[in-house]
């Protein structure tokens, strides 16, 4: 009997000093649901990151350890797995969340367990928290430079703003309405259509945008549908004979894993805005791209914007870790900032001091084989901008999580800090 119990401490205690010997990361990503389409590339990503990190020694002399949990496209459930990652895993740091609705139901958790988040994926903007780094793009990085290419490149007049039923689309397209009055365009050219996650009977939707377009103005599909309700509005595209020459798509949530699913031929010109493609020429993205093929053993498995948001933000919290010295969440916070790392289309992407990060904006033309050729790009790299210059309510707002502001939401005008990220 003491022998076992003696065996069991021994156990205990090995196990422990095991836990205590790595540095736990947390995997937050839907591998069932509506948005598995997307997100399991995404947990690949990390566990490649996450090993590749390993194979040169770790992080602080210590191995990292990714934790993965399902919250299978379940908002609520997103917390709930928060929770546990933070409270019961302990890790260090948090990946994921696609969807603005899941980052919305973990944030409070985070802020209220004062963890980190990076999360990958473009968004609305409208907020700014110190525990959330956001390495995908503000509208600014994306959603306004599509439209500027569809208005000035393509000659666009007329707008079908059509998008998935949650937050992102919502403010995305409350956004680019009013930028599109703000540049003399009419309501009555502009038609918003919303849907439900997994919408899949696209008939008659894709007939009333034909019949939008053919009042003799150039017209556009800016899309914000996001996970698999994709496939079938582009196979209806198809159906209806809707090309690129008579009403072209800019998608922003696309990517060439989306494609990867579905016939790309009658897709032929459409496009996407995105930071990133896995067409471009660069030196670290073939590094890439050679790494990602070898690590799922896979080469036809392709790369897109999202996974190089990962690439970008766990780079960056593996170098503001080696900075501070520590994982502590609030000594990394303060470490993150003006942190650079190299991004995938050959520049060098820093965090700044509202936890946005700098990117090029990429116009992508599909191509038949799924892949995007890039048919228009900022000079340079874009600041991510957390606040719209658009809107009324946060035209005036900036966030800086430097001291003394430390603030997410502050009022120029007012001079006042309205809370941490709302």
């Known amino acids: 009997m003491k022998k076992a119990a003696l065996a069991f401490a021994c156990s205990f205690a090995l196990n422990g000093a095991y836990a205590a010997d790595t540095i736990k990361v947390g995997i937050l990503h839907s591998l069932s649901g509506t948005m598995a389409i997307s997100e399991t590339t995404l947990k690949d990503t990390m566990l490649m990151l996450i090993e590749e990190q390993n194979k040169k020694g770790g992080l602080l002399g ?7 949990v399902d919250p ?4 609520p459930l997103f917390a709930e797995k928060a929770r546990e990652l933070i409270s019961k895993d302990k890790v260090s740091a948090t990946f994921g969340c696609w969807t603005s609705v899941s980052r919305k139901s973990v944030l409070p958790v985070f802020e209220e367990l004062d963890s980190l988040l990076f999360y990958p994926v473009q968004y609305e903007g409208e907020e700014s928290s110190k525990n959330v780094f956001y390495t995908g793009a503000a509208p600014n990085q994306q959603a306004i430079p599509a439209v500027d290419y569809l208005m000035n490149e393509v000659g666009v007049k007329r707008w079908v703003l059509a998008g998935t039923d949650y937050v992102y689309p919502r403010t995305t397209n409350k956004i680019l309405e009013a930028y599109l009055k703000s540049k003399g365009v009419k309501s009555s050219d502009i038609m918003i259509n919303y849907t439900p996650f997994g919408h899949s009977d696209w008939q008659s939707i894709v007939s009333d945008i034909k019949k939008f377009g053919s009042a003799g103005k150039k017209t556009a599909v ?6 698999d309700a994709n496939v079938p509005f582009y196979k209806e595209l198809g ?19 989306e494609l990867s699913g579905i016939d790309t031929k009658p897709l032929v010109g459409h496009l996407a805005a995105w930071n990133y493609f896995m067409s471009v020429d660069a030196p670290e993205n073939d590094a890439f791209i050679e790494a990602w093929q070898k690590f799922t053993k896979d080469e036809n498995r392709v790369s897109n914007d999202p996974m190089e948001a990962h690439y970008i933000g766990f780079k960056m919290w593996v170098k503001a870790v080696e900075k501070a010295g520590t994982t502590d969440p609030s000594a990394v916070a303060d470490a993150m900032i003006g942190v650079s790392v190299p991004n995938l289309t050959g520049g060098l992407s820093a965090m700044m001091p509202n936890h946005h990060i700098t990117k090029p904006v990429l116009i992508g033309e599909i191509q038949d084989d799924g892949q995007f050729e890039t048919v228009w790009q900022t000079s340079g790299l874009v600041p991510g901008d957390a606040w719209s210059d658009y809107l009324p309510g946060s035209k005036d707002i900036i966030s800086d999580w430097r001291a003394p502001l430390s603030c997410g939401n502050y009022n120029v005008k ?9």
Do not use: R, Y
């Open 62 to 68: 210590k191995k990292l350890e990714p934790v993965v």
């Open 72 to 75: 299978a496209s379940n908002w």
């Open 222 to 227: 800016v899309s914000t549908i996001n996970g």
């Open 239 to 257: 159906n209806q004979n809707v090309t690129a020459d008579d009403i072209p798509v800019v998608a922003f949530s696309v990517g060439e894993e």
């Open 414 to 422: 007012t001079a006042k800090c309205s809370g941490q990220n709302f």
